[in-house]
């Protein structure tokens, strides 16, 4: 196989992991959608569309065992091959979350919601964004974005602790309010472990160009 038909193949792989990218994005987008609109029907089609993640992961993993098996890849191409991997592993775990919420809007079926929700929409929000830039950042192997994005991390976190606050004061002045309180509190937890996959994302990014394995998830 000749060099040009190599990088071919490797820009295929890009897209596939863009591809895979959008999809997760959207499903990240629609289950803080169903949450707040109680859409169960939403939240069924999200469980049902995380087969289309598990396929495409699995697609793009054997694309690069195939790649290496055939074209005994050069330090710098293995990396990036190597980077993809380790990114669609990520991307798969974000698209297992977006499962998780869903289902805790099936589990909250018809109940009156105990609060307003305004803080889970912001973090989902900031989530998706944090998604969207870390696919960007590593496509242009943009380092500082990659560094940019992780500094979001921080502002996820501390919308959990806020969240987390204020639910433990809502559930001790009303013992009823525990098992709802404690799924929203799962779905924070959810949306903050999605950031912190971004955050890894932002470090394959990193290692890609640079070649250095750092720890931006502190």
Request: proline fraction near 1%; hydrophobic fraction near 40%.
């Amino acid at each position: 196989m000749t060099r040009n038909s190599f990088d071919t193949d490797l820009m295929e792989l890009h897209n596939d992991l863009l591809r895979m990218g959008s999809i997760v994005e959207k499903q990240m987008f629609q289950c803080i959608e169903a949450l707040v609109n109680q859409d169960t029907d939403l939240a069924e089609q999200i469980i049902d569309n995380d087969d289309l993640v598990d396929n495409l992961q699995k697609e793009i993993e054997d694309k690069c065992i195939k790649l290496i098996a055939t074209q005994q890849p050069m330090a710098v191409d293995l990396r990036n091959i190597f980077t993809t991997t380790k990114i669609v592993t990520d991307l798969e775990r974000m698209a297992d979350h977006a499962v998780d919420i869903a289902k805790v809007v099936k589990r909250l079926k018809g109940e009156k919601y105990i609060k307003q929700l305004i803080d889970i929409p912001r973090m989902g929000k900031i989530v998706n964004e944090m998604i969207k830039d870390s696919l960007d950042a590593y496509i242009e192997g943009n380092v500082d974005k990659a560094y940019e994005i992780c500094k979001r991390d921080d502002e996820i976190d501390a919308i959990y602790k806020q969240v987390f606050s204020e639910l433990l004061l809502i559930m001790m002045s009303n013992p009823a309010t525990i098992t709802q309180a404690t799924q929203f509190l799962f779905v924070c937890k959810f949306l903050e472990r999605v950031a912190d996959h971004t955050t890894n994302i932002c470090e394959w990014t990193v290692y890609l160009i640079t070649g250095e394995q750092i720890d931006l998830n502190e």
